[in-house]
């Protein structure tokens, strides 16, 4: 029977900790790993702009022996109102698995739906759960746990915010939101969490006792037109020096890039020594490796 990954929620708590303790092995086998996908292809339909997701899925697949087909929706016969249900059934003729990279979360939950391979939610507009599981791996690599921490997701509680919540709801790790009036999580994300998950006002609330400090960019794709407001409305919910230090001595700071340095953090920070930002874009590769087995060998 195969499986998707909509969203982390899809995964058991064991399955998480299972990804992740399968992609530190691979990232310390580096080339050496076995060539498990050899012979199988992952299609990538992509609408949404791209530089890790794609970089660290098509190695992923690569290093793993398999192949990738990269797909822009646009040069698709998804941008002629082609039924879903046709091309998912096609598509499942050709391809061991597809990532999805979107603005609409129905369109992959309708993929996935009528596909008879897996399907991977690679960003749509209520989630991005492969980049919270390379997070989640980050934190363990550098804190020893994805489960007796505290973590601080200061800004926007946009999708990526949506897959932290899932992440805590499951492992059970003490999520502190801290985002302005008109940018919090959607209710529905927040439906069904307990105490460890707590929305915040105050971002130096957020961050103290916390051993991590996440964020993510003010204006997202798709909301360029909204720039001034939104750079106006986050002002004082910067990672900067000051509200670094408010937090624990041995803070790690991450960000799931591109980051707009000045904005949402500092160059000063994010080029820091608390900075792990560049440890966690890489361990993309090595958490997509994980996945991309999982999903396709256990699918056979």
Not at 79 to 84: H, L
Not at 115 to 137: E, G, T
Not at 204 to 224: F, L, P, R
Not at 244 to 263: F, Q, S, T, Y
Request: with cysteine; net charge neutral; aromatic share 6%.
């Amino acid at each position: 029977m195969k499986k998707d990954l909509l969203s982390i929620s899809d995964l058991s708590k064991e399955e998480i900790i299972a990804l992740i303790n399968r992609a530190i092995e691979i990232k310390s086998k580096g080339r050496n790993i076995k060539r498990s996908l050899e012979g199988y292809t992952l299609g990538l339909i992509f609408e949404k702009a791209s530089t890790r997701t794609r970089v660290s899925f098509e190695v992923a697949m690569f290093r793993l022996g398999g192949q990738t087909i990269f797909l822009n929706r646009a040069d698709t016969q998804l941008s002629r109102d082609e039924n879903i249900h046709d091309t998912a059934k096609v598509l499942s003729r050709y391809l061991d698995a597809v990532a999805i990279r979107t603005y609409s979360q129905k369109l992959i939950e309708d993929m996935a739906r009528f596909a008879d391979i897996p399907v991977i939610n690679a960003l749509s507009d209520l989630c991005h759960p492969c980049q919270v599981l390379s997070d989640l791996m980050t934190v363990k690599e550098k804190k020893g746990t994805v489960e007796k921490i505290r973590i601080a997701w200061i800004g926007d509680g946009n999708n990526v915010a949506n897959s932290w919540i899932h992440a805590a709801r499951i492992l059970g790790f003490e999520l502190v939101i801290a985002s302005p009036p008109g940018y919090k999580p959607l209710p529905e994300a927040l439906e069904g969490s307990g105490d460890n998950i707590k929305v915040v006002d105050d971002p130096y609330e957020a961050v103290k006792g916390s051993s991590v400090i996440n964020t993510d960019v003010w204006v997202s794709m798709g909301q360029e037109k909204e720039r001034a407001k939104r750079v106006s409305d986050f002002k004082g919910y910067q990672l900067d020096a000051s509200l670094i230090a408010a937090a624990n001595k041995d803070v790690v700071v991450m960000h799931c890039l591109p980051a707009h340095r000045g904005e949402e953090i500092t160059g000063e920070v994010l080029d820091g020594s608390k900075s792990i930002v560049f440890d966690q874009a890489e361990n993309k590769l090595h958490l997509h490796q994980a996945l991309l087995e999982k999903l396709i060998l256990t699918t056979l």
